[in-house]
């Protein structure tokens, strides 16, 4: 199993920017699709975006398409989502989240198997 921790979450002013790290350890997540969370208070958890092991296909929610981007880098074992212009709304705790091994990153809200404690994004209006 793949052992993930977040962080980069904060307290930031409507229009701002961060950029969200979520590290692996333990057995090889180079293989594993990967996927980014949030769940708001109240609010079911939600996909936001995921990514192929490789990189090479992504996914972005519509609520956040233009403003977020996800992107790996197996070398170091991580996986980023960074996050720009946020509105309030965007206020949630995010989570990421390991895949099973070689499970496709389509459909991309099943099928994971390590999921991180996560890290709470705070956006002030």
């Known amino acids: 199993q793949v052992q993930l921790v977040e962080s980069g979450g904060g307290l930031v002013q409507a229009g701002g920017s961060l950029r969200l790290s979520c590290a692996a350890s333990?057995?090889?997540?180079?293989?594993?699709?990967m996927g980014w969370f949030r769940q708001a208070p109240g609010k079911e958890r939600e996909i936001v975006a995921a990514i192929s092991w490789n990189g090479g296909t992504t996914y972005i929610a519509d609520s956040v398409k233009g403003r977020f981007t996800i992107s790996r880098d197996n070398a170091k074992d991580t996986v980023y989502l960074q996050m720009n212009s946020l509105k309030p709304e965007d206020t949630a705790v995010y989570y990421c989240a390991a895949k099973v091994a070689r499970a496709p990153v389509f459909p991309v809200s099943t099928s994971y198997g390590s999921w991180g404690h996560g890290t709470q994004v705070t956006v002030s209006s």
């Open positions: 333990g057995r090889t997540f180079r293989n594993n699709a």
